[in-house]
């Protein structure tokens, strides 16, 4: 079957640059792709790169969109090559909503982005208030000491019921995440999430057996075929599963299923379009009804119902 396609990119400008290991980011760039089958109906889609964690840049995914032309077979989604991973998403999750429309489970628990350093101590309370029990904090961006003060001040201040998350975006040292593994055994926190670079997974290996705190990667799995290796591996503890940059839906589907992972699904800051794509893969494929890492509304400035519905308008 043909279908015509329509895509547009665009920008978001966050409230405050979001910092990480990786530097500073300002701007969500992406693109919205629209399917048209032959009676009419209409699947969305979303290419939502993030090139420092291994997908394609935006500029490469406009240019294979352009050679598209204005029409798209089922057999040109599905050979996508793996190179251009967010791409296989877009398409591959556009291509499903015509063929397999589906019901998003509402019941899914989130956790919140808390802003890096000191800002943390007075976002929390607002978070909380929406409901968030949750929270992810980074590290790995201050030096360790002023990070595990202000850590310390959070953490007393966090309800008894609350859970946090670390991520240090592959920003720490052996040294340093071994510092912060002590701190966090004392503490108790959920998970500390990619302590190390992508290409120390063994060394990462060897941390999660010396600790009780629970280790994630993250940035080491961007992709199905990274997860592969990892898994391989041996990886006994969690995963971080960002859909709309690992490749293909129905590979990672697959692919968890036949192997029980214990995995958090998380954003890239895409809009409700690719969300919707990526929690539906998070219903079907979160064993341990862990929060799910999307809490990230409240680092937008415009209202996205109002900008998406002007953005569809052009479509």
Request: charged share 20%; net charge neutral.
């Amino acid at each position: 079957m043909v279908y015509r396609l329509q895509f547009r990119p665009y920008q978001r400008s966050f409230v405050r640059s979001l910092s990480t290991s990786h530097g500073n980011w300002k701007t969500r760039e992406g693109i919205i792709l629209k399917l048209i089958d032959e009676t009419g109906a209409i699947g969305w889609g979303e290419i939502a790169p993030l090139p420092w964690f291994g997908s394609e840049t935006l500029t490469a995914a406009l240019d294979f969109c352009s050679q598209l032309g204005k029409e798209i077979t089922r057999e040109n989604i599905f050979s996508i090559p793996d190179r251009l991973p967010a791409s296989q998403f877009g398409f591959q999750s556009a291509w499903s909503a015509i063929k397999h429309p589906q019901k998003l489970n509402l019941n899914l628990k989130f956790s919140g982005l808390l802003p890096t350093g000191e800002a943390a101590l007075d976002t929390w309370q607002n978070l909380w208030q929406q409901g968030y029990r949750t929270f992810k904090w980074k590290i790995g961006i201050l030096p360790i000491a002023a990070e595990r003060d202000i850590f310390q001040q959070l953490i007393q201040a966090l309800p008894k019921e609350a859970k946090l998350r670390l991520d240090a975006n592959g920003g720490l040292s052996f040294k340093t995440a071994n510092e912060w593994l002590e701190t966090c055994d004392y503490w108790q926190i959920e998970f500390l999430e990619q302590p190390l670079a992508v290409g120390e997974e063994k060394a990462m290996l060897e941390l999660s057996k010396k600790y009780s705190t629970p280790l994630a990667l993250d940035e080491s799995v961007a992709t199905v075929t990274q997860l592969k290796t990892c898994y391989q591996l041996g990886w006994p503890g969690i995963f971080v599963i960002k859909p709309c940059i690992v490749g293909s839906p129905f590979l990672l589907r697959k692919f968890c299923r036949e192997n029980n992972l214990d995995v958090v699904f998380s954003s890239v800051f895409e809009t409700t379009i690719g969300r919707q794509a990526a929690l539906k893969l998070a219903s079907e494929l979160s064993p341990k009804n862990r929060a799910l890492g999307f809490g990230i509304n409240h680092w937008f400035k415009e209202d996205e119902k109002t900008w998406l519905a002007s953005l569809w308008e052009t479509l």
